[in-house]
């Protein structure tokens, strides 16, 4: 602190200017004649101006003028004289600093009484210093306000004590709170009452992620389900951990939480999907599999109802085949009701064909009829809010209505509506196969008793008729030449139609398992040697060269019979199809513990569309037809057979650069001694 002025006595009321300038706060002394006697260092740093500037003047006069209610200090300090309090009197001055601005500040006035008089003494704090500073907390408090508000995720913070001082809009927003105001008081006792972990099991609030991480746990995305009556249940991964200071002492605890409903429903639709899928597939009809599917499906949308309805094929209406209930119970026939075409829900999604999503069913005001408006009567006595109907499908064909039914609003729509289509689509699939498998089923069976029929019903004229050729061709002597030609034309035709009867009865009799095959240890050489030897006249015929391509020898475990049923098919359709000059290649050979057998000629050809039709049963390629060539489509259905009833299996293909290979797979004995 500068010097007293000189013309007045040393200030000795005080311990000195030392003293005074190890004070922090800034500090003057004036007399009573108001001039300034004292001035220490934290003033001149607090004003920016020197003990040499003020010290000797009168305080209004000087560069810092103090104020007191927007006028100068001289009245209120001359009432300090007057007054002289036993105890300071703190006040707020305004000082000016030497650039002009003008600082708030608190001032602590006391009277001391010294050798020289009495002083007034007034210790300054700056005020303006610590009004930044709230400042700057208040700004950083609304930014953390206004930050956590804006978050989409909710945040919930707690002090020392465990007691919530934080809860962000979000947050709030979940809960049903206002989303404005204070923290709400009875945090700790209404939130629990929404709280549920992933088994639906509710959660104590010292059990919350905020109390664990308050009592000193961190936890990283553990899963919480919040149930608010009335609002959908939503699931949220939540990370929380301790908040503590530099030396480790605990301050508090903050959790986070963000939605992840949407992913769980993807995850759980995931797992119903294979639900269904082994659902189906463990059930011989869809009624069967219907309570497991329709399980899964209430399962993963976290809906308490689900009902499967199927067109019936007979009487064309749409058939309640399954309902499944959280509650385990139907109680009011809830399920069990045939929906009517266009009317209600399932109505008309049979009719559109397109899913409908009726978010409240209780203010959806397009079910007017007297029958709708029971269905919607007894949806809101259970509680039912949004339902969601898909159409199972068959391509461009109604099969049936997927409905479910939910206890809440809910408004994913687009998500939930795409998951149960693809259910629907699963469905849809497997009540087609089945439809097609029965159908097939009746198909073989018709195609069988049709086979049945012509064998039998033709078979006895047939033997009439050959009995009467017979006996008239044996007085033939007695006939003209037209009448022989005209018996000759009877015989001939009687024999094709007998091969196609004895071939059509084969046939059945092989596909229905009434003909058995007599297995033994056979060698395929020889078979196929007889066979070619036999065919070599009818080739010669014809003007094809017939060759053969066989090892010494090649054993098999088989019906030798039936085997050369199958070589004479194939080698009567080569010769059929090769025009004369042409070649026919036989050969056989062991590839990889088969036995390979190809017939290759290059005749005309089969398309390549047609090619694995041509082994169905009087089916005939496009070419064949067109060309007038004779035939029935019975030989290669038989030879498929056959092959396939000896365990291989038979396959066609092009021959470069006309003509068709024929191949036949056989299991070959490897056996010693074989």
Not at 402 to 412: I, Q, R
Not at 565 to 589: C, E, I, M, P, Y
Request: overall charge negative; some cysteine.
């Amino acid at each position: 602190m500068a010097d007293w002025n000189d013309n007045l006595p040393p200030f000795t009321t005080l311990d000195s200017a030392a003293l005074l300038d190890s004070v922090q706060e800034a500090f003057f002394a004036i007399d009573p004649q108001g001039v300034v006697r004292g001035f220490n260092r934290a003033a001149e740093e607090l004003l920016g101006m020197t003990a040499a500037d003020v010290c000797g003047r009168r305080l209004d006069d000087t560069p810092f003028r103090p104020e007191y209610g927007d006028q100068p200090i001289s009245a209120a300090l001359g009432r300090l004289f007057t007054a002289r309090p036993k105890r300071p009197v703190v006040r707020k001055l305004t000082v000016r600093h030497r650039d002009g601005r003008r600082l708030e500040t608190r001032a602590a006035m006391s009277v001391v009484h010294g050798s020289a008089g009495p002083l007034a003494c007034v210790f300054v704090t700056d005020l303006s210093s610590l009004a930044a500073a709230e400042d700057a907390v208040e700004r950083h408090n609304a930014f953390l306000t206004a930050l956590l508000d804006s978050l989409s995720v909710g945040v919930v913070a707690c002090d020392d004590t465990g007691r919530v001082i934080l809860v962000n809009r979000e947050m709030r927003r979940w809960h049903g709170d206002p989303e404005d105001g204070p923290v709400p008081a009875d945090v700790a006792e209404t939130y629990p009452e929404h709280l549920y972990d992933t088994n639906l099991d509710q959660v104590a609030w010292e059990r919350t992620p905020l109390m664990r991480a308050w009592h000193g746990e961190e936890l990283a995305a553990e899963d919480l389900v919040v149930r608010v009556p009335g609002r959908r249940s939503r699931v949220f991964a939540t990370t929380a951990r301790p908040i503590v200071n530099r030396d480790g002492r605990r301050l508090g605890a903050v959790a986070v939480a963000h939605e992840i409903t949407l992913q769980r429903h993807a995850e759980r639709f995931r797992a119903c999907h294979r639900e269904v899928e082994r659902a189906l597939r463990q059930s011989a009809s869809i009624a069967e599999a219907a309570p497991a599917i329709l399980r899964a499906v209430a399962g993963a949308l976290g809906w308490p109802r689900a009902e499967l309805f199927l067109v019936d094929e007979p009487s064309g209406s749409l058939r309640s085949v399954g309902g499944y209930s959280t509650s385990g119970t139907d109680t009011d026939d809830f399920f069990g009701h045939d929906p009517v075409r266009g009317r209600g829900i399932s109505g008309r999604v049979w009719e559109s064909g397109e899913p409908l999503w009726v978010a409240d069913i209780s203010r959806c005001a397009d079910l007017v009829t007297a029958q709708e408006r029971e269905r919607v009567e007894l949806c809101v006595r259970h509680g039912i809010r949004t339902v969601l109907a898909v159409p199972v499908r068959d391509g461009g064909i109604v099969l049936g209505v997927l409905t479910c039914y939910a206890a809440s609003p809910e408004v994913h729509e687009d998500l939930f509506t795409v998951l149960l289509d693809g259910i629907a689509a699963q469905i849809g699939v497997y009540v087609a196969l089945r439809r097609a498998e029965e159908l097939a089923r009746q198909l073989t069976r018709s195609q069988n008793d049709f086979l049945d029929l012509v064998g039998h019903e033709l078979r006895t004229p047939l033997t009439s008729i050959t009995a009467n050729a017979t006996m008239l061709a044996e007085e033939a002597s007695g006939l003209d030449d037209e009448q022989r030609q005209m018996l000759s034309a009877v015989a001939r035709n009687t024999t094709v139609l007998q091969h196609i009867v004895d071939t059509l009865l084969d046939l059945a009799a092989l596909d229905s398992g009434h003909q058995e095959l007599h297995r033994a240890a056979i060698d395929l050489v020889t078979v196929v040697a007889e066979a070619v030897a036999a065919y070599r006249s009818r080739a010669a015929g014809t003007g094809v060269r017939l060759y053969a391509d066989l090892p010494e020898r090649l054993r098999a475990d088989g019906d030798a019979v039936r085997f050369r049923q199958v070589v004479d098919d194939l080698l009567s359709n080569a010769l059929k199809f090769s025009t004369a000059g042409g070649d026919v290649h036989v050969t056989l050979r062991a590839v990889d513990h088969l036995a390979e057998l190809c017939i290759a000629d290059n005749g005309i050809g089969t398309p390549e569309p047609e090619r694995d039709q041509v082994f169905n049963r009087f089916y005939r390629a496009g070419n064949v037809r067109h060309q007038g060539i004779p035939g029935f489509g019975l030989g290669l259905a038989r030879a498929r057979t056959i092959v396939r009833l000896h365990g291989g299996e038979i396959s066609l293909r092009q021959r470069r650069p006309t003509g068709t290979v024929v191949c036949v797979r056989l299991p070959a004995l490897s056996r010693p001694g074989a």
